[in-house]
């Protein structure tokens, strides 16, 4: 079950998530590089009308349909979801990447992307938290999947 402390964290990251967003909109120019290590990081203003990694690009209505099941899901279902701090966490991370991402898409029409780790596609803050939702899920699988073997 989510409590209010966890309301304030999902609202204080989707905060954090946004704002870096109207700051990169506003600061960043298309094309024009802000360096911080050569040949390593970068931030790049990206307008991304797809999903991670360039895919499903220009299905808005689909990806916003995504972002819908999550979010909602992830509420009504927050108390089986929760099993351990780990899935806690998981869910928090989760849904303040996909109400991250979902407003952009519902205002916007797209996503802005500005971290350029050159190895990865361009990428925000909402996705760096729905990739640690997905970490702090894996652990809770293999610790409660010890659990149950052991039992």
């Known amino acids: 079950m989510l409590t209010r402390t966890h309301y304030v964290f999902i609202f204080l990251l989707v905060f954090l998530d946004q704002s870096t967003k109207w700051v990169a909109q506003t600061y960043l120019k298309f094309f024009h ?43 009504l279902f927050a108390k089986s979801i929760i099993q351990s701090r780990f899935s806690q966490y998981g869910l928090m991370f989760l849904l303040a990447g996909a109400i991250g991402n979902g407003l952009d898409r519902l205002v916007l029409g797209y996503v802005i992307d500005f971290i350029n780790i050159k190895i990865f596609p361009v990428f925000n803050f909402a996705d760096m938290f729905i990739n640690i939702a997905v970490g702090y899920f894996i652990v809770d699988m293999i610790i409660n999947g010890k659990k149950t073997t052991q039992k």
């Open 33 to 75: 590089s802000v360096i911080i290590i050569p040949k390593v990081l970068s931030f790049d203003l990206v307008h991304n009308y797809g999903a991670a990694y360039g895919i499903l690009q220009n299905q808005r209505l689909f990806l916003l349909s995504v972002s819908a099941i999550v979010i909602i899901g992830g509420f």
